[in-house]
Nanobody
Framework: QVQLVESGGGLVQPGGSLRLSCAAS????????MGWYRQAPGKQRELVAV???????NYADSVKGRFTISRDNAKNTVYLQMDSLKPEDTAVYFC???????????????WGQGTQVTVSS
């Protein structure tokens, strides 16, 4: 099995910064894409940023220029640096990983448990 453990959420004032981390562990043969999604109350889960194993990135228009995704492939960890935070960034942030597991070389998507980010004065 594969586990994703997120950390780094919290309460921050508008204009502030937070850095989220997500570490993958378990029976991992390889990790393809890793990324972040978020879900605000009453809204659907949406993509925030993703990065392929090769380093290509994709960001939601609403976070371009403010958020930066990065990966440490040796540590199976993905990060999300969030700057210039706005109240509308308030949501539960979920880590996602596209993983090939050791057993049978099966490929599946996995989710973390989520971490709350609240932007408020």
């Amino acid at each position: 099995q594969v586990q994703l453990v997120e950390s780094g959420g919290g309460l921050v004032q508008p204009g502030g910064s937070l850095r989220l981390s997500c570490a993958a562990s378990g029976s991992i043969f390889g990790i393809n894409g890793m990324g972040w999604y978020r879900q605000a109350p009453g809204k659907q889960r949406e993509l925030v940023a993703v990065m392929t194993s090769g380093g290509s990135t994709n960001y939601a228009d609403s976070v371009k220029g403010r958020f930066t995704i990065s990966r440490d492939n040796a540590k199976n960890t993905v990060y999300l640096q969030m700057d210039s935070l706005k109240p509308e960034d308030t949501a539960v942030y979920f880590c996602n990983a596209d993983v090939t597991v050791v057993s049978g070389r099966l490929r599946n998507g996995y989710w973390g448990q989520g971490t709350q980010v609240t932007v408020s004065s």
